[in-house]
């Protein structure tokens, strides 16, 4: 083969075959490999011209076939596939080659691969590929973290790749390590938590406000052509409008009430928790998608219980206050998703831009939103911001629309419908704005049962009190 490809991709799926031939549409050649003879056909059909993109089901002649350094990035399932296609390539590469895992990899496996594959004289990165398969082939948003200076040379394929907001590539060098991984991870935690926020107001306009499949689509649409403006409000708006294709009405009415999920929003709240940093917005979007796969033992306890007829509303007047209350949480979810990036990013070393976070997720990626655009501004002007809700910026946004809020809250607790996303993010605002909470009485609690000791508000030291006779 006399010309050498310039990346390789390991992992011809939907995703992998569609990343591979952004690559060749974008001025770059590229070599795929799978052990699966139909999809590398199917890539070599789909590209049309081999001197462009081309692939093989042979490891050896995948490695031979690129320039070097070698950059091959795998788009592979998260876990043990990883390590042994790694395994797999390392017997035929050369020192400072490139592997890039494009992954939802666990951010701790990164660490360790990366450490492994340092010793081999290997430059690993782990690199959050964010958008689904659309993304990847007209353009996602990619976080990469690993090593500065191989990430050189990835840079021009990636920035070529990604999603552009105004002209600018939504993707940059974050950090060393698993820096990249973590990132995507928690860009995942936010994801549950607006996904979750935006279904709960789905179901209270439908419950309390009575709105056709029609009029959601419309309320949605007319959202998202302002404040909210974000990918996920443009789908859901969309999803009301599908027919059936299967039978009669909307497709969105006979779809089962039970969803799924691949770990990565229950990996943020375990490690959220290991920091201390409190993220109750991704932590119950988390939890509702355990209730609800209990869906059997949910219409068993539904008969047993009486529920309250919600209050009529007008219809207008509710869907401006739910509007006001998706924005006021979707605030939250992202104050807390960048609370957790500000933490861990002293924990591990990660040496996190958030502005730069904030600006690569503008386009390309599930959490796109108009809101990313104003989250930049406010930590480029304070790149130490230790949450959102400090910045003056986001104060008069919460303050215009906690009120709403509020009423909503209220109005889903007295009227049955479940809003525990839009309950949580309410209540970590007035727990973070408060200067006074009762953990006093917690401190005296344990310090009565396990002696573990409490400190004062009007002396300094640690103190111990015989709370028994």
């Not at 009529?312 to 209350?325: G, H, M, T, Y």
């Not at 573990?452 to 028994?468: A, L, M, N, Q, S």
């Amino acid at each position: 083969m006399a010309d050498k490809y310039d990346f390789g991709l390991v992992g011809l799926g939907v995703m992998g075959r569609n990343f591979i031939l952004n690559v060749a549409d974008n001025g770059f050649t590229a070599f795929g490999n799978d052990l699966d003879k139909e999809k590398v056909n199917a890539l070599i059909e789909e590209g049309g011209d081999a001197a462009k993109v081309n692939a093989s089901t042979d490891a050896v002649v995948f490695v031979e076939a690129l320039s070097t350094p070698r950059k091959i990035m795998l788009l592979v399932p998260a876990g043990k596939v990883v390590d042994a296609v790694i395994e797999g390539l390392l017997p035929h590469l050369e020192e400072g080659d490139i592997i890039i895992d494009g992954g939802n990899s666990f951010f701790t496996d990164t660490d360790r691969r990366e450490a492994y594959l340092k010793e081999k004289g290997i430059n690993f990165f782990g690199a959050g590929v964010s958008g689904g398969a659309k993304g990847a082939r007209k353009g996602p948003s990619i976080m990469p973290g690993g090593s500065r200076d191989a990430y050189q040379h990835v840079k021009p394929i990636f920035e070529a790749v990604a999603a552009k907001y105004k002209g600018e590539p939504c993707v940059a060098y974050l950090g060393p390590k698993s820096a990249g991984n973590y990132v995507k991870m928690v860009h995942n935690g936010i994801e549950y938590g607006l996904m979750q926020l935006t279904s709960e107001i789905y179901d209270l306009l439908k419950k309390a406000g009575g709105l056709t499949n029609e009029e959601l689509h419309a309320t949605f649409a007319s959202w998202n052509a302002g404040r909210l403006q974000s990918f996920l409000v443009e789908i859901t708006a969309e999803i009301f409008e599908q027919k059936d294709d299967l039978g009669d009405g909307h497709l969105v009415d006979k779809i089962l009430d039970k969803a799924k999920q691949k770990g990565t929003g229950k990996w943020t709240s375990q490690n959220a928790m290991d920091l201390g940093i409190p993220i109750p917005t991704i932590d119950i979007a988390v939890s509702m998608r355990e209730i609800s796969a209990l869906k059997q033992e949910r219409i068993k306890a539904d008969e047993l219980y009486d529920r309250p007829t919600p209050e009529s509303v007008v219809k207008d007047s509710l869907a401006s206050k739910a509007e006001q209350a998706l924005y006021f949480a979707f605030i939250m979810a992202y104050a807390q998703g960048m609370h957790q990036l500000a933490d861990a990013s002293k924990e591990y070393g990660y040496e996190l831009d958030l502005g730069e976070i904030a600006k690569i997720w503008r386009a390309g990626c599930i959490i796109r939103a108009a809101l990313l655009a104003d989250i930049t501004e406010a930590f480029k002007a304070d790149a130490g911001l230790q949450n959102l809700l400090l910045s003056p910026s986001f104060v008069e946004k919460v303050k215009e629309t906690v009120g709403a809020t509020r009423e909503l809250v209220a109005y889903g607790a007295n009227s049955g419908i479940p809003l525990p996303g839009l309950s949580n993010a309410l209540t970590y605002f007035d727990a973070y704005t408060s200067s006074r909470l009762p953990l006093n009485l917690i401190q005296a609690q344990r310090d009565y049962f396990g002696s573990h000791t409490y400190e004062r508000i009007d002396k300094e030291g640690i103190f111990h009190t015989e709370w028994e006779e």
